[in-house]
């Protein structure tokens, strides 16, 4: 599930952004320092209307000077609008350079998730890392987009406001200060209590997507097992987690506004009843109230634009520290100086004490002593129980893992001394799993390769028996891919033989490539499978032994080691482990038929 539970403060996104494109700095300075010019120029109007006020006021036995309102309003009508084209700037530059930094991070994630050790996934669900990509990035864009350039405007009208009172009046001044005071006083206690909450957010989030991400993709095997209730149960219980942490970071977060309303209005109440005392005594008159009024709106609204802003700080602060969590993972070693691919592979290939341990549990031996020789062109079976280590041997000799000891060689090169790039083009692969992607079934057959052309498309696809059911589509080979399309297991299963087919590699595994096809259509099949391998070095798991009996090489694993190797009638007349597991095979189909 989540992969960490690390707290990452504010500051610590914020150094995380800037240690990841130290580029954001310029833009986001100048799109912070026109949120500030323009929060100054705002500040600036109240004293304006102040001296119209002492106009109105010096004139209530005169005549009143147009002129001057005239002049002052024309100052502040462009004060006003210069503000209101800043504040534009900046929100077009902070939209700019976030949408930007959103795109780059998904591409690094994307880029990221290639190059993360096998190992990772072990810890870590897909559902979590969708949620990264997705989720946690479109989180951060919005929080740095909207409330950065709000924190630094409402911090500069803050500062600004509270000049300009002691400037104005002091003493109205100190009794604004003194009840804004426990604005910030709540402010901080309220920020202190929910940080944890923002962050248990993220978490269980990420763990309620890889919940619903498993649940859905093995939706039949659920409804099949009847396992709906725990699966409710299950996801009930994720999605109350879920609900508590979102309810007590939102009331949290939610309570500071409307105090802050409640403390503006009493700043108004303290201003209002030391203004009219001063103002009866002589020493003020009514435009230094009419401005202080003013600025106690302008002093106590940003305290709720700081409040409202800082909560969605907290919670990009949350997702922020997700996506680098995943963004400093550890990464496969660097291949600089590898070998490329061969440019004529023969297919000999050799195992030389392989030992090998998953990463996370390294006690447990998985392959602990295996050899084998194979010769170009060869059909080698791997065959034994579950566990005994047959797909492991697979993933070793594509790179997906490392071995710990011994080597796995190539026409005499070891793959540790090739690029993983260039192992995997050696190899085609059908496994258990297919895979179809939505798109047409021309862009399935020949996935990442180009030059193919519709002759070798048909050949692939009648030699594998699938050619008449493409012909049956709405549009052929230009058929989409999509739920639309009524499709079985066993053809897409014929489908992934036929892309094999197609890609040409000079090497191939096939994990059970018939295991999801019946009887007759096995028979086309393993025809197929025949012509494919043939002249290839090709390594079978064998699930059903009856598939693999013309193998030329069978190695037969147990608890990691190979304890026999040899053709199936070699093997057969062993008596050994092969010819039980082959015997209690052939009886458990013979009772079943």
């Known amino acids: ?48 209307l102040s001296d119209i006020t002492d106009i109105i006021t010096n004139s209530l036995y005169a005549d009143i000077d147009l002129e001057a309102i005239g002049r002052i309003g024309v100052r502040l009508l462009i004060i006003y609008l210069a503000s209101a084209i800043l504040t534009y700037v900046e929100h077009y530059i902070m939209a700019t350079v976030t949408l930007e930094l959103s795109r780059d991070l998904r591409r690094d994630l994307s880029r990221k998730i290639n190059v993360v050790p096998m190992s990772y996934f072990n810890t870590v669900s897909y559902g979590d890392i969708l949620s990264r990509v997705t989720n946690d990035v479109s989180t951060l864009q919005q929080a740095l987009s909207n409330s950065l350039p709000s924190i630094i405007s409402a911090a500069t009208q803050f500062a600004g406001c509270l000049i300009m ?4 009046e002091w003493r109205m001044a100190l009794a604004a200060v003194a009840v804004t005071l426990i604005g910030f006083l709540i402010m901080g206690l309220a920020m202190l209590r929910s940080q944890k909450y923002f962050t248990a957010r993220q978490d269980n989030l990420s763990r309620l997507n890889g919940y619903v991400e498993e649940m859905y993709s093995g939706h039949d095997v659920v409804r099949i097992s009847r396992a709906n209730d725990q699966v409710k149960r299950t996801f009930g219980g994720l999605n109350d987690e879920l609900y508590s942490a979102d309810w007590h970071s939102q009331f949290l977060s939610g309570i500071m506004q409307p105090l802050m309303t409640v403390i503006g209005n009493l700043g108004y109440v303290a201003v209002c009843v030391v203004g009219a005392a001063l103002a009866m005594d002589g020493e003020i008159g009514f435009g230094v109230i009419v401005a202080f009024i003013m600025y106690v709106r302008l002093f106590t609204s940003p305290l709720s634009t700081l409040a409202q802003g800082m909560s969605q700080m907290q919670t990009a602060a949350a997702a922020g520290g ?3 969590d995943f963004l400093h993972a550890g990464e496969l070693p660097g291949e600089a100086g590898k070998l490329a691919a061969p440019e004529h592979v023969e297919g000999r290939v050799d195992f030389d004490h392989v030992r090998f341990a998953y990463p996370d549990n390294p006690d447990k031996v998985i392959i602990k002593d295996f050899s084998a020789h194979v010769e170009p062109g060869q059909k080698v079976a791997i065959v034994g129980p579950t566990g005994a280590g047959k797909t492991t041997l697979v993933n070793l000799l ?15 090169v070891p793959t540790g001394d090739m690029t993983r790039e260039a192992v995997h083009n050696l190899f085609g692969m059908v496994l258990q799993d297919t895979w179809l992607f939505e798109g047409t079934v021309r862009e399935n ?3 990442n390769k180009e030059g193919v052309t519709d002759g070798q498309i048909e050949e692939a696809c009648r030699a594998c028996g699938i050619y008449h059911f493409i012909e049956t589509l709405p549009h052929g080979l230009d058929t989409v891919m999509d739920d639309s399309i009524a499709i079985s297991a066993g053809q897409k299963q014929l489908l992934t033989i036929a892309r094999a087919m197609i890609q040409n590699n000079p090497m191939l595994i096939l994990d059970e490539a018939t295991s999801s096809v019946d009887t007759r259509t096995e ?16 390594f079978v798991i064998a699930h059903r032994l009856s598939t693999i009996r013309n193998a030329d090489l069978i190695l037969v694993l147990k608890d990691g080691d190979v304890i026999e190797q040899g053709t199936h009638e070699e093997l057969l007349a062993r008596g050994g482990f092969y010819a039980e597991l082959y015997m209690s095979q052939f009886e458990k189909g013979a009772q079943a038929s």
């Open 1 to 48: 599930m989540s992969g960490t539970n690390k707290k990452n403060s504010i500051a610590d996104v914020l150094r995380e952004l800037l240690n990841y494109n130290g580029r954001l700095l310029v833009p986001i300075a100048v799109s912070l320092l026109f949120a500030a010019a323009g929060a100054v120029l705002t500040i600036i109007g109240p004293g304006m």
């Open 165 to 168: 009172m002691f400037v104005t």
């Open 322 to 324: 997700h996506i680098f």
């Open 398 to 412: 594509m790179r997906f893992y490392e071995i710990d000891s011994g080597s796995i060689k190539i026409d005499g």
């Open 445 to 447: 057959l020949v996935y």
């Open 523 to 538: 028979l086309i099949t393993q025809k197929a499978m025949d012509t494919l391998t043939a002249h290839r070095t090709s």
